[in-house]
């Protein structure tokens, strides 16, 4: 090939003008670029630390078995690793789904400077539930089961619970793809950002099936979660079954979620120097009060309805009960229907803080402490699980800066709008 040939081969694969002013106003509509923030600060460091560790005690969990570092057992067969990694994990990662409903379903556009945190925060906290099944279950080398036929169950909650992740965590890897053309168009290398400006236009035409498909999924899982435990009448204690625990577990992922969103927004604008975006976050926050409401109605109503608000006083379960209640519902939604609370960034970030921690609670009365094991067995997590699930966030942790710091996840603070 000639010196000429090879000019007009390379050429040909340039951008064209057209090309170029498309994707300006690609970027103009939106307009994210890399943090390229200090990477390795003192809590980065800590990170990368925590995630050493619990890598070597996971290694050392697939050579010798759950027994070398668990304190599970054949009465008490899950722990900590199915109630904070995945149970609770998954809860924590619905920012995702509902931001992205709120902004295609429910047209809101004032929140789309706030989708591809949430959506960078939800992958990261869907693959490490993922792993945290993978970690916790015997046969972990038999992982691939769902996904054969022969092994599928149309009845069981289980499945879909573990058929809707792994689609959904699939979903949340195509909806980041164009965070990462964006990336390739950004680099200034022709050939590079010339196959990215064809795929980025071919993902805006079908992004949206992708992103409807994924909410739906989402909504499926989370309240399914729920409805495994209503195989379990006799050993979860009443003040918890109730056939309305799918309703609980959908109510209180949708509610977590937009306030995970908000507390992602307050550490990563802490982390990279950035202006909070106290405008969006209080309009976001405003719209969880009628999801904590009804969660905190649909559980008062449960009690009612089945005869059980005497169980309230009767055992250390109901203060249990109580604090789900509070911290989740009663308190923080008369916090965020004071219109000054909302607009006030620590009261706002604390508030938040509250509403995760009732989360957390919630999930883990429903799968640790109100349910009993086998007569003659106890149990309570060893080192080893609590620095596994120390990874597992410090993972999620340092993966977040380093997508946020190399890749355009953020929106220029030129470039915010004002949401109310």
Known sequence: MTAEERFR???AHLPTREEIEEYED???????EPQRAKLWTPLFT??????????????????????AVTNLSDGFPWGLWITFDVVIGIALASGGYTTAALIYVFNDARFSPLIRPAITTAMLGYAMAAFGVVVDVGRWWQIYNPLLPDNWHGG????????CVMAYLTVLVIEYLPTL???????GKPVAARRAMNIRRWLDKVMILFILTGIVISTLHQSSLGSIMLLAPHRLHPLWFSPWLPAFFLLSSIAVGWHVVIVES??????FGRKIEMPLLAGLAKRTI???GLYVMVKFYDLIFYDEFHLLFQSWYGLLWFAEVALFGIVP??????????????????????????????????????????????????????LVSAMMVSIIMVGYKLFANYFPVLMREEKLQPAK
Do not use: C, H
Request: no cysteine; glycine share 8%.
């Open 266 to 271: 307050f550490i990563s604008s802490k982390s």
């Open 290 to 292: 009628i999801f904590l």
């Open 46 to 67: 800590l990170g990368v630390a925590i995630i050493a560790v619990g890598a070597i005690i996971t290694l050392v969990r697939f050579i010798f078995g759950l027994g």
């Open 9 to 11: 081969q390379k050429k």
């Open 181 to 187: 053309t964006d990336r390739w168009i950004q680099s």
């Open 156 to 163: 069981s909650a289980l499945f879909e619970v573990s058929i």
């Open 26 to 32: 690609v970027m103009e509509r939106f307009p994210r």
């Open 333 to 386: 939604g008369w916090l965020l229907a004071t219109p000054w609370i909302r607009r006030d960034p620590r009261m706002l970030y604390w508030t938040s803080w509250m509403v995760i921690i009732g989360l957390m609670l919630s999930r883990a009365n429903v799968f640790l402490f109100a349910f009993s094991a086998t007569p003659g067995w106890s149990y309570f997590p060893s080192i080893g699980e609590i």
